[in-house]
């Protein structure tokens, strides 16, 4: 589920994901990846889709 790797440049993420999901709960998705040193837009974006899929599979299962 989780990209180890960014589908463009290939920058390791899988290493963050964690450090990440814990900071989204309290700054913006914006914030986090600036403090994680996500400033490439393909790294950010491959964050935030899997964060869509995240949810897409969380409200499956609550149905
Ligand atoms: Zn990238």
């Known amino acids: 589920m989780i990209p180890m790797r960014c589908y463009s ?10 450090e990440y999901k814990e900071k989204i709960k309290t700054e913006s998705p914006k914030q986090a ?9 393909c ?12 949810d897409i599979i969380n409200l499956s299962e609550l149905q």
């Open 43 to 54: 790294c950010r974006a491959t964050m935030l889709s899997t964060i869509e899929e995240q």
């Open 9 to 18: 440049c290939g920058k390791p993420l899988s290493n963050l994901w964690e």
């Open 33 to 41: 990846m600036d403090e994680l040193g996500l400033d490439r837009y």
